[in-house]
């Protein structure tokens, strides 16, 4: 199975400061046949489902902000939030969906500083 | 507007069965894969299952496998699961998720409320 690890677990940025949040995947998930990462980005609020944010490593889901930004190949991504705004705190995961079994990482919790 | 609702949640003893039920609306459900997604209290996503458009082809997690059975009725718009043998670690509230595509892609553009299983004496 792969493996995602992201980092931090938890972090604590200021209104309007960049958010960096890490995921490594134990093997690459990027798919020769079709050149695409098989990665996920999904926000998880209290007391709701996640939500997508962002699919194939960087292309940003419809009606989600513009400050929400993915990139990474290979093994190695990141999501970035711009200037985070009260309503980012969050949980978020990422997901690969590069073969079965699909698998998440383990959370990064993100608050306001 | 798509959404998913689950129900058939509830508290089982260890060993038990419940089947969990996901009603779909606002797309056209026999076009899309549709997952199961747990997440224990407090603690992360944990994938469960999938089964293809047609209800063809599935998967499951190894912690799942040969317990849980996941199946569709696309003349009713709705997605089950199956669960047997129930352990305490099962506990959690299960999601139901669409993928975004017609493909068997992976990821899911929508998901419902979810529904608490609770396995306990």
Same mark, same amino acid.
């Given at each position: 199975?792969?493996?995602?690890?992201?980092?931090?677990?938890?972090?604590?940025?200021?209104?309007?400061?960049?958010?960096?949040?890490?995921?490594?995947?134990?093997?690459?998930?990027?798919?020769?046949?079709?050149?695409?990462?098989?990665?996920?980005?999904?926000?998880?609020?209290?007391?709701?489902?996640?939500?997508?944010?962002?699919?194939?490593?960087?292309?940003?889901?419809?009606?989600?902000?513009?400050?929400?930004?993915?990139?990474?190949?290979?093994?190695?991504?990141?999501?970035?939030?711009?200037?985070?705004?009260?309503?980012?705190?969050?949980?978020?995961?990422?997901?690969?969906?590069?073969?079965?079994?699909?698998?998440?990482?383990?959370?990064?919790?993100?608050?306001?500083? | 507007?798509?959404?998913?609702?689950?129900?058939?949640?509830?508290?089982?003893? @260890? =060993?038990?069965? /419940?089947?969990?039920?996901?009603?779909? $609306?606002?797309?056209?459900?026999?076009? &899309?894969?549709?997952?199961? #997604?747990?997440?224990? @209290? =407090?603690?992360? /996503?944990?994938?469960?299952?999938?089964? $293809?458009?047609?209800?063809?082809?599935? &998967?499951?997690?190894?912690? #799942?496998?040969?317990?849980?059975?996941?199946?569709?009725?696309?003349?009713?718009?709705?997605?089950?699961?199956?669960?047997?043998?129930?352990?305490?670690?099962?506990?959690?509230?299960?999601?139901?998720?669409?993928?975004?595509?017609?493909?068997?892609?992976?990821?899911?553009?929508?998901?419902?409320?979810?529904?608490?299983?609770?396995?306990?004496?």
């Amino acid at each position: 199975d792969i493996v995602m690890t992201q980092s931090p677990d938890s972090l604590a940025v200021s209104l309007g400061e960049r958010a960096t949040i890490n995921c490594k995947s134990s093997q690459s998930v990027l798919y020769s046949s079709n050149n695409k990462n098989h990665l996920a980005w999904y926000q998880q609020k209290p007391g709701q489902p996640p939500k997508l944010l962002v699919y194939w490593a960087s292309i940003r889901e419809s009606g989600v902000p513009d400050r929400f930004s993915g990139s990474g190949s290979g093994t190695d991504f990141t999501l970035t939030i711009s200037s985070l705004q009260a309503e980012d705190v969050a949980v978020y995961y990422c997901q690969h969906y590069r073969s079965t079994p699909i698998t998440f990482g383990q959370g990064t919790r993100l608050e306001i500083k | 507007e798509v959404q998913p609702v689950e129900s058939g949640g509830g508290l089982v003893q @260890p =060993g038990g069965s /419940l089947r969990l039920s996901c009603a779909a $609306s606002g797309f056209t459900f026999s076009n &899309y894969a549709m997952s199961w #997604v747990r997440q224990a @209290p =407090g603690k992360g /996503l944990e994938y469960v299952a999938t089964i $293809s458009a047609s209800g063809g082809d599935t &998967y499951y997690a190894d912690s #799942v496998k040969g317990r849980f059975t996941i199946s569709r009725d696309n003349s009713k718009n709705t997605l089950y699961l199956q669960v047997n043998t129930l352990r305490a670690e099962d506990t959690a509230v299960y999601f139901c998720a669409k993928d975004p595509t017609t493909a068997t892609t992976g990821y899911f553009d929508s998901w419902g409320q979810g529904t608490l299983v609770t396995v306990s004496s």
